[in-house]
């Protein structure tokens, strides 16, 4: 899977690229139930709750943006997230059991596709420690033309910005003062044939730049936290990830956290059942 060297890689840079990790057969199922979310694109003329399409958009020259959350609408999606060699890389970084937190397909299409700006991903979504990375599987092969990921090795260790704008409202990218502070001749460029995989921690200062090249670039991306790491609620996308959000691979849920270097073990997942009284709990009812 990965050598102990990788792992100390990520470690101290923050990021890990993998050439042509994930098998052509893997790829293939992927490819095509990617193919399908772009036909059943063609039918739509804007934006829904699982498509996120450009202005331009249209039935005979579909441009996604993203598809949301594909684990819970394809069963490809779901195994490679859960079981296959996504789920077990992400558990080979953590060491251990992992929490999933979400998945989405970002498509960055041909002649323009947007850019991504730079951002650190632990603002959209804090958890109770820094464990959540992101794992991204390229469906296609990917060159510098193609606005590749683009991650600052060392930067999960620095700084975390705000990323608000100035009039106050949330703006999901580092303002240009802060970005001008960057050396973005540090920049890797993670790039690679079909298959390839990135991982980036949730601090890392990343993004992307438009895609000028007459190719698409899919980049399937899912994300995860150590088992012992939970999404704080009432903050940005936590609370609002999807159905499979929370679910845990390669273990079962045993409710130990750390917050403020206190370890502790917490109360059941109530969320679905709702809570039992401290009454009903503490006489059994
Ligand atoms: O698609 C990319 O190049 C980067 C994706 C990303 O950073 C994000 O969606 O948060």
Same mark, same amino acid.
């Given at each position: 899977m990965v050598t102990d060297e990788q792992l100390e890689f990520y470690d101290t840079n923050g990021y890990l690229q993998l050439d042509s990790f994930i098998d052509a057969t893997w790829m293939a199922e992927l490819r095509a139930a990617s193919d399908d979310f772009v036909e059943q694109s063609r039918s739509l003329d804007a934006s829904n709750r699982r498509f996120d399409l450009e202005a331009n958009h249209t039935a005979e020259a579909p441009r996604l943006r993203r598809l949301v959350s594909p684990v819970d609408i394809h069963p490809t999606f779901r195994r490679l997230a859960f079981e296959g060699p996504v789920a077990q890389l992400a558990m080979r970084i953590l060491g251990g059991p992992v929490r999933f937190h979400h998945s989405k397909l970002n498509y960055?299409?041909?002649?323009?596709?947007?850019e991504v700006k730079w951002h650190q991903d632990i603002q959209f979504w804090p958890h109770t420690d820094f464990t959540p990375l992101t794992i991204g599987v390229y469906l296609d092969d990917v060159d510098d033309e193609m606005g590749p990921m683009g991650v600052l090795p +060392?930067?999960?260790?620095g700084q975390l910005y705000d990323?608000?704008? =100035?009039?106050?409202?949330? +703006?999901?990218a580092i303002n240009d003062a802060d970005v001008a502070t960057? =050396?973005?001749?540090d920049m890797a460029w993670l790039q690679g044939p079909a298959g390839s995989v990135t991982v980036h921690n949730c601090c890392m200062v990343h993004g992307s730049l438009p895609n000028n090249s007459d190719r698409a670039r899919p980049l399937l991306l899912q994300t995860y936290s150590a088992i012992d790491s939970f999404p704080v609620l009432g903050i940005g996308a936590n609370g609002a990830d999807g159905a499979s959000a929370g679910r845990i691979i390669g273990g079962e849920p045993d409710q130990h956290l750390t917050v403020d270097g206190r370890a502790m073990r917490g109360a059941p997942?109530?969320?679905?059942a709702g809570p039992p009284t401290i009454f009903g709990s503490q006489q059994a009812d």
């Open positions: 960055k299409w041909s002649g323009g596709g947007e +060392g930067s999960h260790r990323l608000y704008n =100035a009039d106050g409202s949330w +703006g999901g960057i =050396a973005m001749s997942d109530w969320r679905k």
